[in-house]
């Protein structure tokens, strides 16, 4: 290992202070850090760290995602060999044609998303952050399966660029980047992004294909041909990443189980989301309002929006208190835009993007009651001074 | 009237090298050493000069801003040598030491028949006000104020800290002594904080308000008990002195004599044995290290491992230390350290390593970062650690935001940056939380006085 070590140390003399390529310090450092945890000690404060980072943090996350992305990948080729092919496939060709479809998507994320990252890295001279590894895993997810790879790029660009880097970088954007991508792709692409075509890989090449997500076709007053065990365990068209709940769930367990994830964002938007559920239950006057509160939480971007997207800690609110009354909302929102808005069915990415602008201020008057509690005691004590 | 303080948040930091309940003495030093680094925010006015004569508890220089605060000579002897350093700041006086001290003799006095006056100028005169601290700003008492309260924690929940029962056992008469000489100087109470399970030796000590504190560190700092039990307001003034401290004013009443020594705790698992010690403050650091340690790449701290100051091996106790850790430097690579549930060696607070598996199991942590440090991405963390009412998080933005109303608003007088030193060690981002909060204060001190 000694020689390894000599030997990276040796590549990276060029990037030293003073030295030729200094300026492309954090790019070689950033990939130097994968290798090893670096030999800094402290300088100030505490002599001692904890062993956590954001590097392993951001890991952990990764980690997380890995059952859904791996259902995902199998799902894309299922749904393409049912609906189009039509004929019963091995686990190996179905597995093979969702990685053939999906894997490019995520090459094309990672390459554009970190390929800013180290660009504004090198530019503003700091070192690279890791939180672009779990949204350039993220994108791809909450994409439909053909999206052009095109299009994912530019939405990844515009995601880092606008939705990050323009407001200071990793820890200061406001949106979650990669709800900010699939915003984007959803607005900029419209006809990639939702409709009967698009959820199930090659289907525009033939005529006839049931390829609507469950929640279009509602919206459009059809009838529900899948079961709620197969909306629970994902055989159903969807975003690549979001149709098995069951392995989501299995995210969810590793998110909170190291806490890395919130699990009070996480329980508030359940509860939020079925109440809202049943209440529309009670009044039932369409197709969406009657649609099962148990099939609401399985169905569509719901579970992996709270567990995957809600949960980051930089767009949440960051306050205990706050996090609850967020999740409580964005739960409320998503069932209600899924039952008015027939033209959006897909409301958790909308309700988290609109809560993301709200928890600032949620945070705010949850630090409020603390200052206020300061100052009441401040006055009392100044009364019993006077007295 | 007393109360019991009771904890939930914080962090239990299991270290392996804890002090045996031993006591040794140290051979004598041949030079002593007084920097004026340990007293944060002091500019010296030098009263001796390099080849003076100076006796024990002999005034060698004073605070410029508070000229009645005074510092004095720990050891009789000669001063070796006033080293300076950038623009001419004094960074230490080194006295070398006579083979047996003469100490400058005061006259033996009982507090409880002295005015608040009286004890005061007895405590400036003879060099023992710079143990008394002030809260806010964590800077020694301003002389002019009458504080709301007195505060003295003799439960010490750092890391392989002194135990303070231990090492107090046979000094509990001057004790009571120098709690005697501090309730004349408050309006208020002397708030004294024991440790809640067990029998405490300091059951029987009078003329103080008693309080059992239960729960994992920080609840041995004094600022997370004042927050308990009389949290500051703005514009008031709160004092703290540690017991060691409290044990040597009350010895200065008894005997008529500044006696500087103390015993201290070497600790860490680079410590070959680690037990007390009886050591003069500010003496050298190789006398009570030296042929003790087991490895050659260490950290020697004089203090604690979350809020100790490094010290050189050729360096000098401090003049608070009642504990010196020796930890092994952690200047080393640690292949794929980063990965989740990797370097079980490593002990994290969060629950993506292995610790929280093994609550029992001791750590030899090194100094080692243990990452890079980043933008401020994970919520949640420095409130798991930080027991009072406080946001630390909004407070340190504020801080770095120079943005004084709301650090006032959030509650940076009730804060001092050891209570900031979990937060420090368990931040994902690693961020220098104590060091922000230090320069906040000072930023305060200048802004609002």
Known sequence: ?387 | MSKDIRIKKGLDLKLKGEAAHKVAQVTRSKVYAVKPSDFHGVTPKMVVKEGDNVKAGEVIFFSKSDEKVKFVAPVSGKIQEIKRGEKRVILEILIAADSQDVFVEHSKKNPNDLSTEEVKAHLLASGCWPFINQRPYDVIANSADTPKAIFISAYATAPLAADVEFVLENKLEAFQVGIDALAKLTSGKVHLSVKGKGKSIFKDVKGVSMHQVYGPHPAGNVGVQIAKISPINAGERVWTVTPQDVAIIGELFLTGKYNATRTVALVGSEVKEAQYYNVISGAAIEDLVGGKIAGDNVRIISGDVLTGAKVKMDGNLGFYSNTVTVIPEGNTYRMFGWMPFASPSVHSASRTGLSWLMPGKKYAPNTNLNGEERALVVTGEMEAVMPMDIFPMQLLKACLASDIDKMENLGIYEVAPEDFALIDYTNTSKLEAQQIIREALDLMIKEVG
């Open chain 1, 1 to 387: 290992m000694k020689f390894l070590r000599d030997k990276i140390d040796q590549i990276k003399k060029p990037f030293e202070k003073g030295r030729k390529f200094e300026k492309f310090a954090p790019a070689i450092n950033a990939l130097d850090t994968f290798l090893y945890v670096p030999n800094h000690t402290t300088k100030h404060g505490a002599h001692i760290r904890d062993a956590v980072d954001l590097k392993r943090t951001m890991i952990t996350v990764v980690l997380a995602l890995v059952p859904a992305l791996l259902f995902g990948i199998y799902n894309a080729g299922y749904q393409h060999f049912i609906q189009i092919e039509g004929s019963d496939m091995s686990f190996g060709n179905l597995f093979f044609h969702g990685l053939w479809k999906v894997l490019p998507m995520i090459i094309v994320s990672y390459a554009v998303g970190l390929g800013i990252e180290f660009a504004f890295a090198i530019f503003r001279g700091h070192e690279v952050n890791e939180g672009y590894l779990v949204s350039g895993l993220l994108i791809p997810m909450v994409m439909p399966v053909d999206l052009p790879l095109w299009m994912l790029a530019i939405a990844v660009a515009f995601a880092v660029v606008i939705g990050k880097e323009a407001f200071g970088g990793t820890g200061m954007n406001i949106f979650n980047p990669a709800l900010l991508a699939r915003a984007f792709a959803f607005f900029a692409y419209p006809t990639f992004m939702s409709g009967d075509k698009i959820w199930v890989s090659d289907a525009s090449t033939i005529d006839g294909v049931s390829g609507e997500t469950i929640l279009g076709s509602l919206a459009q007053g059809k009838e529900v041909a899948y079961s709620t065990m197969d909306m629970f365990l994902g055989f159903i068209p969807g975003s690549i990443g979001e149709t098995s709940t069951l392995a989501i769930l299995i995210g969810a367990f590793i998110l909170i189980a190291t806490g890395v994830g919130s699990w009070k964002i996480m329980v508030s938007g359940v509860i939020g989301a079925a109440l809202t559920a049943l209440m529309f239950n009670a009044v039932g006057l369409t197709a969406l309002m009657n649609f099962d509160w148990m099939n609401h939480l399985v169905v569509g971007g719901f579970a992996f929006g709270i567990v995957f997207m809600a949960t980051d800690p930089v767009s949440a609110a960051q306050t205990d208190k706050g996090k609850i009354i967020y999740g409580l909302l964005i739960g409320f929102f998503s069932i209600l835009i899924r039952v008015f808005n027939p033209a959006y069915p897909e409301g958790v990415m909308l309700a988290i993007l609109l809560m993301n602008t709200l928890a600032p201020t949620i945070d705010y008057f949850v630090v409020n009651g603390n200052i206020a509690k300061r100052k009441k005691r401040l006055a009392k004590s100044k009364q019993l001074k006077s007295a």
